[in-house]
Every structure is written in C-alpha cells, then in structure tokens.
Nanobody
Framework: QVHVVESGGGLVQPGGSLRLSCGAS????????MGWSRQAPGKQRELVAT???????NYADSVKGRFTISRDFPKNTVYLQMNSLKPEDTAVYFC???????????????WGQGTQVTVSS
C-alpha cells in the first residue's frame, strides 16, 4: 500500500504565495514522476506541473513563471511553490505519484486526498 499526503493549502490574498508539500510512503520500490493537478468547482481536473526522475519539469501554460515544482528524492517528497497567486488559481490541489512497489511490478499512479487553495481578498 502507498500513501500520498498533501499539506500547505489555505487562504491567501491575490498576489500572495503558498507552498504545497506532498509526501509518499509505504510499499515503495521506486518513484518515477511526481506531479500536481488541480480541480476548481464545476471544472475538470487539470495538470499543473510534473517533475521526473531526472529533474525535468513541465508546467501548464497558466502557471508558467509563477509556480515552481521541486523534489526531495531521499524523502519521496514533492513541493509546489506558488507565487503571484490569482483568484483563478483557487482549486483543490492533488498530488500524484507514479510508483513501483517491487522490481517486477508495473508502474501505478497514486493520488492524495487533496488540499484546498483559495485566493481571495
């Protein structure tokens, strides 16, 4: 079993910053990609950012230049630094981790429960 837990959400004013954290634990043999997605009320979940094993990153156009994803490999933790936040960034943010539980098992995706980010004055 793999557990994925996010933290760091909250209420922030427009233009402010927040840092989200996500840790993966449990039966982990290896982690591949770690990433963040978000879902606003009435909208589909959208990919925000990903970071691969070689440190390569990808961002949604809507957050480029404002959000930074980073990773602590020994701690199986991924972070999302969010700056210059806008009201349209308001959403539940979910962490996703691609894990192998053993050398002979396939890659599987695991999701956290989500953390609420609200940008409002």
């Amino acid at each position: 079993q793999v557990h994925v837990v996010e933290s760091g959400g909250g209420l922030v004013q427009p233009g402010g910053s927040l840092r989200l954290s996500c840790g993966a634990s449990g039966s982990i043999f290896r982690i591949n990609v770690m990433g963040w997605s978000r879902q606003a009320p009435g909208k589909q979940r959208e990919l925000v950012a990903t970071i691969s094993n070689d440190g390569g990153t990808n961002y949604a156009d809507s957050v480029k230049g404002r959000f930074t994803i980073s990773r602590d490999f020994p701690k199986n933790t991924v972070y999302l630094q969010m700056n210059s936040l806008k009201p349209e960034d308001t959403a539940v943010y979910f962490c996703n981790v691609e894990v192998r539980t053993s050398w002979d098992r396939p890659w599987l995706g695991f999701w956290g429960q989500g953390t609420q980010v609200t940008v409002s004055s």
